[in-house]
């Protein structure tokens, strides 16, 4: 298995796995994938990463810049997804080192990322690789008609733009 960064061409896989998050209903807001032109406008041009084993993509992994203002220019949103048939093998903490690797070299200062609270898998690998607990946003946003708290977490790089 390697971790590679994403190409065009692995779209419609990443779409896929990104389908299957979908349906768990607890994996994010979304309701369907978008197309890639959406998804392209939306995620940086750098750290777009993909787990593959044999041609099969296991999971992906991207940041989306969390505002358009300048003084966020080094603050990211993580979306990791892994395949339904790879999930707990190890390829999301795989993804997640390589995507702190690659969010500092393009010199973020923050990565973040909101979770449900049941989405008890991924609170775990966040912990893992270093990430914190900041918050609970309480019924931030409705999904099928129910409303869904957010966890939030952040991890702050050692070495990118935090003169301290």
């Known amino acids: 298995m390697i971790v590679r ?13 990104y389908s299957e998050g979908i349906a768990t209903g607890f994996a994010t807001f979304e ?3 978008p197309d890639y032109a959406q998804w392209d406008s939306t995620h940086t041009t750098h750290s777009r990463l993909v787990a593959e084993e044999n041609g099969v993509l296991l999971g992906w992994a991207a940041l989306s810049p969390v505002s358009s203002r300048c ?3 080094g603050v990211g949103e993580v979306s990791i997804y892994i395949s339904a048939q790879s999930r ?3 390829i999301g903490r ?5 995507l702190i690797e690659e969010s500092e ?17 991924s609170i775990k690998l966040h912990e893992k690789v270093g990430f914190r607990y900041i918050g ?7 999904i099928n008609g129910e409303w869904k708290d957010n966890l939030l ?11 301290q």
Do not use: H
């Open 88 to 90: 707990g093998n190890g």
């Open 136 to 142: 609970k946003r309480e019924k931030i946003g409705k």
């Open 105 to 121: 070299k393009a010199g973020f200062w923050t990565i973040q990322s909101g979770i449900f609270p049941e989405n008890l898998a």
């Open 71 to 73: 003084v966020y220019g």
């Open 5 to 17: 960064n994403m190409i065009v061409s692995d779209w419609e896989q990443v779409s896929n796995i």
């Open 153 to 163: 977490f952040e991890k702050r790089s050692t070495s990118v733009g935090l003169d």
């Open 31 to 33: 309701t369907s994938a």
């Open 94 to 98: 795989l993804l997640m080192e390589r």
